[in-house]
Each structure stands twice: as structure tokens, then as C-alpha cells.
């Protein structure tokens, strides 16, 4: 059986970015940040782990204006996040990077056009218009 993978592995030096991206009103920081995590995502799981303070140094920005970015993100449902745990070699548990799950763009482009749904004045019935 063989396994297809919606985006396509790297090769030559690029990746992909898709086209809808630029319709859901993301600002330029949250479409940097994406865009570096769609770069460290492996294409069979749509998994990354990179931390806050690497992509700020990837993306010229520090941790935290990272940190208000991934929340944009997740709030537009372009990603998900889960917290990971590293334990040390004396058995004490620390908090790890997080885990970046990247979404279908398709989930976004919904969720976004049934908040500007929501968002739209409801015609008053009555009155017909010329």
C-alpha cells in the first residue's frame, strides 16, 4: 500500500506554502512563523518541535512576540500544540519544546469563513428590494 502525502517533500532547496494562506487576513509575523513551521515539519506526520527561542532566531523576533504569534495561530486553527516532556539524567521531569501539529489549510479557510458568516448583519425580512 502505498502512503500519499498531501504536501509534497522538500527537494532543491524549497517548500511549498499554500496559496490560502494570504486570504485569511494572517499578519506578516504569523505568516513567518507558519511558514518556518511548515519548513521543520516532516511531511509524513506534519510534526515539528522547534522551540520559541529558534524560531525567533529564524524569523528575527524574540520569544515571546513568537509565543503571542503560535497563540494567533492556534486560535485561527492553523496548528496545534502539545506541551512535551524531557526527562534529565536524574530522573527529574522538565518541560520540553512544544509539539506543533500543522492543520489542513482547509480547516482554516472554513473556520474563517464561518466566523465572517457570524460576523454578517441578518436581513430583516419584510420590505422587498428594487
Not at 499578519?27 to 522551540?51: H, K, M, Q
Not at 509539539?99 to 460576523?119: F, K, W
Amino acid at each position: 500500500m502505498r502512503k500519499t502525502c498531501k504536501r509534497k517533500p522538500r527537494r532543491g532547496g524549497f517548500f511549498l506554502l499554500p496559496n490560502e494562506i494570504f486570504t485569511l487576513g494572517l499578519s506578516a509575523g504569523e505568516i513567518a512563523v507558519y511558514a518556518y513551521l511548515i519548513f521543520c515539519e516532516d511531511r509524513e506526520t506534519n510534526l515539528c518541535y522547534p522551540s520559541f527561542r529558534k524560531i525567533g532566531q529564524c524569523t528575527g523576533m524574540s520569544p515571546n512576540t513568537v509565543r503571542k504569534y503560535i497563540t494567533q495561530l492556534e486560535d485561527k486553527r492553523l496548528i496545534e500544540t502539545l506541551p512535551t516532556t524531557v526527562w534529565t539524567l536524574d530522573g527529574t521531569a522538565r518541560n520540553g519544546t512544544l509539539l506543533y501539529t500543522i492543520l489542513p489549510i482547509h480547516e482554516a479557510v472554513n473556520y474563517c469563513l464561518e466566523r465572517q458568516l457570524a460576523g454578517m448583519p441578518v436581513r430583516k425580512p419584510g420590505r422587498k428590494r428594487r
